[in-house]
């Protein structure tokens, strides 16, 4: 059992390239989010779909589209990096019991 | 809105000594309340969960927790440190997003180190 996977691992953009991250979770959760993680400032959401079908925006939403390609897959995607968007991104998605399973997370570099 | 205060930036025990993380959370209706851990390079581990009921609360790896409303905290106790569980600890509360599903709120985290 996989439980939640981000693709890539690392990942060093220049400035104004785009890339999307990949997220993929097994256990047929239906809510997924997308964190980002800073020093000294903890997680904070990005986009989030409480279902197949619908995105939402987080708290930090400016820079980033989403896509929920199906129930599995959520995708987030930089259109033009900037060195702001220098951040470690995790994708987690949610049981029905309201805990949220995270991924091992994506380490982005913006020259 | 909701907050969460983690007031260690940095703590370090003995191994074989006791732990108490602090966490304490700003939040007007009854918390649901989250302790992750996240070892260096890797994505966070739930530890235990406060939705309702008994306030003290066991987790993994020998953590527990107990949810104080009176004091706005849920603080997290080991009673033996492993070296281990070395790593960084996030408190989190949860509270639910107009367009379903719950958004965290996460502390600062607090490094914990064991010495040997």
């Known amino acids: 059992n996989a439980g939640v996977t981000q693709t890539p691992k690392f990942q060093v953009l220049k400035t104004g390239q785009s890339m999307t991250l990949q997220c993929a979770q097994d256990?047929?959760?239906?809510?997924m989010y997308w964190y980002r993680q800073d020093p000294g400032m903890g997680l904070r959401l990005i986009y989030y779909s409480a279902s197949e079908g619908t995105t939402d925006k987080g708290e930090v939403p400016n820079g980033y589209n989403v896509s929920r390609l199906n129930k599995r897959e959520f995708s987030l995607r930089l259109e033009s990096a900037a060195p702001s968007q220098t951040s470690v991104y995790f994708c987690?998605?949610?049981?029905?019991?309201?805990?949220?399973?995270f991924g091992p997370g994506t380490r982005l570099t913006v020259t | 809105a909701q907050s969460v205060t983690q007031p260690d930036i940095h703590i370090t025990v003995s191994e074989g000594a006791s732990l108490e993380l602090r966490c304490n959370y700003s939040y007007g209706a009854t918390p649901y309340l989250f302790w992750y851990v996240q070892s260096p390079g890797q994505g966070l581990q739930l530890l235990l969960k406060?939705?309702?009921?008994?306030?003290l609360v066991q987790g993994i790896k020998g953590f527990e927790a107990e949810f104080k409303r009176s004091q706005s905290s849920f603080n997290l106790r080991k009673p033996s440190v492993h070296w281990s569980d070395a790593a960084e600890y996030f408190c989190a509360v949860a509270s639910i997003l107009t367009g379903g599903g719950n958004k965290l709120t996460f502390g600062t985290g607090t490094q914990l180190k064991v010495e040997l």
């Open positions: 987690a998605s949610e049981s029905w019991g309201g805990e949220q399973y």
């Open positions: 406060y939705f309702s009921g008994d306030t």
């Open positions: 256990m047929n959760h239906n809510s």
